[in-house]
Every structure is written in C-alpha cells, then in structure tokens.
C-alpha cells in the first residue's frame, strides 16, 4: 500500500486549508485511515480517524470542531478539512492506514501498517 499526501502549504490563522491523501490499494474500505501530525520538535501526535465504511470518526481534542475527517472510498481518497486554523496547527501532517481502528485512534505509531510522505501546514499569527 502507498499513500500520497497532499494539500499543505501556508496559511493565516483562521484559514482553512484541506489535506488529501491517497492510496494505491485494492480494497481501500478494508483500511481504517488517519491523519497524524509532528511539529518541530515534538513527537508525532494522532488527530483523527475513520472507519472504512466512514461511519465512525475520531478526533483528537485539539483539533475537535475545527477539523473534520472524510473518505470517498469511490476514489481511494481520505480528506482532512481543516476550519480556523491556529499557529500551533503548524506541523507535518501524515496520513495513515491500518486495519485496526484502535490502533490508529489510540496512535499506536509503531503498530500502524502503511504511512503516507508527509505534507507541511504552516499557519502565520
């Protein structure tokens, strides 16, 4: 499985911005996808899951009624809209696949099967 990330770039804060990842597999339903960020410095954080059938979604408190995690499983594509961005929104930002849903929203990061290349979100005060 290979994953593309895609849709970073510089914004002010309160913008939006929407991240992209996606993946070259046979059954991408069969994959729970998330999205996970590092900013400099830090370790690598969880920020939101999704099922494969898109029914159950997950996210991390930080970014809790700013982001909103989706999939079209039409197009192998997993989205990440993000909605009033803050400066400490600035990071890498990395898609993820696992078969197991508690492994990717408890962010289990040596667990998780496939990771995507990163895509860099800066976000200026």
């Known amino acids: 499985v290979q994953l593309q990330a895609s849709g970073g770039g510089l914004v002010q804060a309160g913008g939006s911005l929407r991240l992209s990842c996606t993946a070259s597999?046979?059954?991408?339903?069969?994959?729970?996808m998330g999205w996970f960020r590092q900013a400099p410095g830090k370790e690598r954080e969880f920020v939101a899951a999704?099922?494969?059938?898109?029914?159950?979604?997950y996210y991390a408190g930080s970014v809790k009624g700013r982001f909103t995690i989706s999939r079209d499983n039409a197009k192998n594509t997993v989205y990440l809209q993000m909605n009033s961005l803050k400066p400490e929104d600035t990071a890498v930002y990395y898609c993820?696949?696992?078969?197991?849903?508690?492994?990717?929203?408890?962010?289990?990061?040596?667990?998780?099967?496939?990771w995507g290349q990163g895509t860099l979100v800066t976000v200026s005060s």
């Open positions: 999704i099922s494969g059938n898109a029914e159950n979604t």
């Open positions: 993820a696949a696992d078969d197991d849903y508690r492994t990717v929203m408890d962010g289990r990061l040596n667990n998780i099967d496939y």
């Open positions: 597999v046979r059954t991408f339903s069969n994959y729970v």
